[in-house]
């Protein structure tokens, strides 16, 4: 999704991961979590999500099978 406001182009993610990020922001406010807890979560949703957490993944998979 890509927003503009004039020369200014902001690319967000997907809604699905928006509303997810929007979740753990909610949850650390109502200091339901800690925020170095929602940070953490935050980064290992994106690296998993990622082409480089994707390498990753592949590289553990090959791992487990030798």
Avoid: Y
Wanted: aromatic fraction near 6%; glycine fraction near 10%.
């Amino acid at each position: 999704m890509t927003v503009r406001m004039g020369d200014l182009r902001l690319e967000l993610p997907p809604r699905d991961q928006l509303a997810f990020l929007a979740g753990l922001g909610f949850l650390t406010a109502l200091d339901l979590i800690e925020w170095p807890l929602a940070l953490a979560i935050a980064v290992g949703h994106e690296l998993a999500r990622s082409h480089h957490g994707k390498a990753l993944r592949e590289f553990g998979e090959a791992l487990e099978e030798a």
